[in-house]
Structure formats: structure tokens, C-alpha cells
Nanobody, 126 residues
Framework: QVQLVESGGGLVQAGDSLRLSCVTS????????MGWFRQAPGKEREFVAT????????YYADSVKGRFTISRDVAKDTVYLQMNSLKAEDTAVYYC???????????????????WGQGTQVTVSS
């Protein structure tokens, strides 16, 4: 059974950085895409970033582009989300997700991802 376990969340001030990690019990290369989503209280779960395919193409939400970087370490079965210049509006529970395919729609759609972690809280104080 595939499991995804996130870590690295916490309480930081605006402008600070955090790095989230997601370790998979399966092999990351077995996933077509590995992504990060977030959900703030009272809001829908939204796409943050994803890394796709063997060439590790990356996609970002406009709200995080230029501040967040997604990467993966296949040898460690781990996906990272480096978050810089954090803002109060980045406060949310962050979820790691895995997509094995086939891709039926958009790689940024949470409905494409079957495997999810338990989430890690990120709180940014202004």
C-alpha cells in the first residue's frame, strides 16, 4: 500500500522560508506526477505545484510562482516544496499527492491525484 508522509510545517513570520518534505512508501518514479496542494479554513483545496514525468517538468499556481520551488529526489523517494518569502495568505494545511495515471484532465486538478498524505500545517504570521 502506498503511503505519503509530509513533514516540515510550522509557525513562521512573513518573509521567512520553510521546506516541506513528502516521503513515499512507494517509488516516486512510479508516479506520473507528485504534487502539493493546500487548504485554508473554509476554502477549497487548491493546487500549489507539481512535478511531472521522467523529465521532472514543474508547474506552479500563479500565487506561488517565483516564491515556491518543487523538486524530487528519486533516490530518497522524496518530494520537496521550498517555500520562500512566505505571506500570511500562504497559511494552510499542505498536502502531498501522487498521480499514477492515466491523466484524464489537468495535472493541476486535485481529482487526478489518488494518493494523499495526512497534511502538515503551515502558519505564517504577519
Amino acid at each position: 500500500q502506498v503511503q505519503l508522509v509530509e513533514s516540515g510545517g510550522g509557525l513562521v513570520q512573513a518573509g521567512d522560508s520553510l521546506r516541506l518534505s513528502c516521503v513515499t512508501s512507494g517509488r516516486t518514479f512510479s508516479f506520473y506526477a507528485m504534487g502539493w496542494f493546500r487548504q485554508a479554513p473554509g476554502k477549497e483545496r487548491e493546487f500549489v505545484a507539481t512535478v511531472v514525468g521522467s523529465d521532472a517538468t514543474t508547474y506552479y499556481a500563479d500565487s506561488v510562482k517565483g516564491r515556491f520551488t518543487i523538486s524530487r529526489d528519486v533516490a530518497k523517494d522524496t518530494v520537496y516544496l521550498q517555500m520562500n518569502s512566505l505571506k500570511a495568505e500562504d497559511t494552510a494545511v499542505y498536502y502531498c499527492a501522487g498521480l499514477k495515471g492515466p491523466l484524464m484532465g489537468w495535472v493541476s486538478s486535485r481529482y487526478e491525484y489518488k494518493y494523499w498524505g495526512q497534511g502538515t500545517q503551515v502558519t505564517v504570521s504577519s
